[in-house]
């Protein structure tokens, strides 16, 4: 399979557990983001990666949330002390650099459930 | 501030009729502008982007930079497709983050 891939696909968890999400993007693509999505929303950017470098992180990224990206391949997506507030769907996507012309592919998506 | 506004949630129509989805965006530079779809059980995937011009599956949308609108046709809607659509926009010749819509539900009645 040649598409961006998630794991795990589902997380229920307890509040205050640590919790650590891992998004495989399509070979090759430099671009690495990551979406949250609630019940009734679209899908909330909360940062992105080109290679290594987080280049951009959007304020729904709490400190209790941290994202890497070692190596500019695989990314992982922590989430410290959950809340029942972050259920929700993570969403991984990936893309090409391509001079603002590139598609995002998106994942499966992990959805996270917080007792 | 960047918004996109679909004010439809739900959408129901029967088979062969025409469809139009609708997106509304506010932006103060250049945006550009997607559709997406998700069918049932699948990922997020593009549907069409305004700068290429072309009809997916049946489906066009004109950017109307005057009504700040994006709107999605199909003039004769099919069983399959069915999906949720999701409008988004990004900084024209950007990059980075995707701003999307809260989707509306497409259903195509036989």
């Known amino acids: 399979d040649t598409g961006v891939s998630q794991n795990p696909r589902h997380k229920i968890t307890k509040r205050g557990q640590n919790v650590t999400f891992r998004c495989d993007p399509i070979?090759?693509?430099?671009?690495l983001y990551w979406y949250r999505q609630t019940l009734g929303q679209g899908p909330e950017f909360l940062t992105y990666?080109?290679?290594?470098?987080?280049?951009?992180k959007s304020r729904l990224l709490s400190d209790r949330f941290s994202a890497e990206r070692p190596k500019g391949s695989f990314s992982t997506l922590e989430i410290q002390r959950t809340e029942q507030g972050d259920s929700a769907m993570y969403l991984c996507?990936?893309?090409?650099?391509?001079?603002?012309?590139?598609?995002?592919?998106f994942g499966p998506g992990t959805r996270l459930l917080v007792l | 501030a960047q918004r996109v506004t679909q004010p439809e949630k739900l959408l129901s129509v029967f088979k062969g009729a025409p469809v139009e989805l609708k997106c509304n965006y506010s932006?103060?530079?250049?945006?550009?502008l997607f559709w997406y779809v998700q069918y049932s059980r699948q990922r997020l995937q593009l549907l069409l982007r305004?700068?290429s011009r072309e009809s997916i599956k049946g489906f066009t949308a004109d950017l109307n930079k005057g009504e700040t609108s994006f709107h999605l046709k199909k003039p004769f809607a099919q069983e399959e497709d069915s999906a949720m659509y999701y409008c988004?926009?990004?900084?024209?010749?950007?990059?980075?983050?995707?701003?999307f819509g809260k989707g509306t539900k497409l259903t195509v009645n036989p």
């Open positions: 996507a990936s893309s090409l650099e391509d001079r603002g012309r590139e598609t995002q592919y």
């Open positions: 070979s090759e693509h430099n671009r």
């Open positions: 990666f080109q290679n290594e470098a987080q280049l951009e």
């Open positions: 932006y103060s530079g250049s945006p550009e």
């Open positions: 305004h700068i």
């Open positions: 988004a926009l990004r900084r024209w010749g950007g990059s980075e983050k995707l701003v």
